[in-house]
């Protein structure tokens, strides 16, 4: 079965590179020219991955990945492109829901290193269909249904979001090191500098901030973990 992407770009010299490089090596694309549209056709569609510019007419790129995934609920991983490099303008982007950003000029090699990358965590997914839930303390992820929960009620994550506590639950009480957390979302391709802090900030936002007791606990120079119940005061 090929891989289905939309790509969600308004320049016509970046979609006909993307659609030279990338059909040849057997996806299958779909495109919008705006941001309205391509919210129309990520809800509509079935895509394996979205490629979403962050400069778009009618919608911009932000506000049509925060739309999908607050209002919509859409898990549909998507990699960002933006022509701007900072810090801040990384961030906007990562909280929106996206899973991964390039800056451009972006190689389209490296492009197609993220979109695996991406297409591996699905398929993490689907290979532990299986196994049903993972539990810890007062935390679950229900990995068929791609659905997280603390004290029964449901956490609205992202799909990076969503592997992060997965890994966290599988590995927990014990300690997920830094590094191997970024090889397993980002494999040889990992973005670097703030990506994955900002990442454990959002996933803090959903399943500690309304809590009375914080679960997610960073070990300094090493990694993450969940905090057990016997740490509690």
């Known amino acids: 079965m090929s891989t289905t992407l939309l790509i969600i770009e308004d320049n016509e010299d970046i979609l006909a590179n993307l659609y030279a490089y990338l059909e040849p090596l057997g996806y299958e694309l779909d495109c919008a020219r705006n941001g309205r549209a391509g919210l129309e056709m990520a809800l509509e569609g079935s895509f394996d991955v979205i490629v979403l510019d962050v400069m778009l007419p009618g919608m911009d790129g932000v506000t049509l990945c925060r739309t999908l995934r607050e209002k919509h609920g859409s898990a549909t991983p998507v990699i960002m492109l933006t022509a701007r490099d900072t810090v801040a303008d990384r961030v906007r982007g990562l909280e929106s829901g996206a899973d991964d950003y390039l800056v451009k ?95 454990i900030h959002e996933l803090r936002q959903a399943v500690d901030k309304p809590f009375d007791v914080p679960r997610i606990e960073t070990v300094s120079h090493v990694g993450y973990r969940l905090r057990p119940e016997t740490d509690e005061a």
């Open 105 to 199: 000029p972006f190689s389209l090699r490296e492009l197609e290193a993220r979109i695996r990358a991406l297409l591996r965590r699905g398929h993490y997914v689907e290979t532990n269909a299986s196994g049903g839930a993972l539990r810890f303390a007062d935390i679950e992820a229900d990995i068929p249904a791609h659905r997280a929960s603390r004290q029964g009620r449901e956490l609205r994550l992202s799909p990076t979001g969503f592997r992060i506590l997965c890994e966290l639950l599988k590995a927990a009480p014990g300690i997920v090191p830094r590094e191997e957390l970024e090889h397993t979302l980002w494999g040889d391709a990992a973005p670097g500098g703030s990506a994955l802090r900002t990442h």
